[in-house]
């Protein structure tokens, strides 16, 4: 069965520095991927995607995440964080069944960007 | 303005009292579904609708019905509610699925004594 795993639940780190969120997702049939980002007493927003092409992808608030085949890895980074990325980030992968495209959601990492 | 909207926010309700949780999308998506969300565990997927009177239950379906009579409306029917269904519950729209990014209401609290 398909499923996707977020390693760290929890993820605190000083205002400035780098960070990675890391996904791995198991599946033997292509996938489309995708980061969301829940801020407190919202729904999800999504953050960026891989549909195909360029392994590296961008979002527009200096996000990025690269889609490694081999490694079924899709760790989401940031060089510089600010206090407004405190919130809850999940990985997301979309898998192909009989009849129509699965969702598996990731069970989420929660990055605290502390001052 | 694109969205989805959910009724109510919150709500704290009695075992065994029927509830229903609207949700509507303004989009003319195709797609929606029902997640309910715990922790450590994420998003698991409760219902979902491909179309107007097309509707399938994911990986959590028991206690649950919807209904898709429009296309816009994809309301949560809890028939007798209990207490290991207090949850964050979303509803979520997209155009299609698989590539297509999905959009997400702010969320209805439940709570079930």
């Known amino acids: 069965a398909q499923s996707v795993t977020q390693l760290d639940s929890q993820v605190p780190v000083f205002e400035e520095a780098p960070v990675e969120l890391r996904c791995n997702y198991s599946s033997s049939v292509s996938v489309y991927l995708f980061w969301y980002v829940q801020y407190p007493n919202q729904g999800l927003q999504l953050l960026l995607k891989y549909l195909s092409g360029s392994t590296l992808v961008e979002s527009i608030n200096g996000f990025e995440a690269e889609f490694n085949k081999s490694q079924t890895s899709f760790h989401l980074r940031k060089p510089s964080v600010h206090i407004s990325d405190t919130a809850e980030y999940f990985c997301a992968v979309s898998v192909r069944k009989t009849s129509y495209d699965k969702v598996i959601f990731g069970p989420g990492t929660s990055l605290s960007v502390i001052p | 303005e694109a969205q989805v909207t959910q009724n109510p926010r919150y709500l704290i309700t009695v075992t065994g009292k029927k509830l229903t949780v609207t949700c509507s999308q303004n989009m003319n998506h195709e797609y929606m579904s029902w997640y309910r969300q715990d922790p450590g565990l994420g998003l698991r997927q409760i219902y979902y609708?491909?179309?107007?009177?097309?509707?399938d239950k994911g990986d959590v379906p028991e206690g649950y019905k919807v209904s898709r009579k429009e296309k816009r409306n994809f309301p949560l029917i809890l028939e007798s509610p209990s207490p290991n269904q207090t949850s964050l519950y979303f509803c979520a729209s997209s155009l299609g699925w698989g590539n297509q990014p999905q959009h997400f209401g702010d969320g209805t609290r439940l709570s079930i004594l």
């Open positions: 609708s491909m179309n107007v009177e097309v509707t």
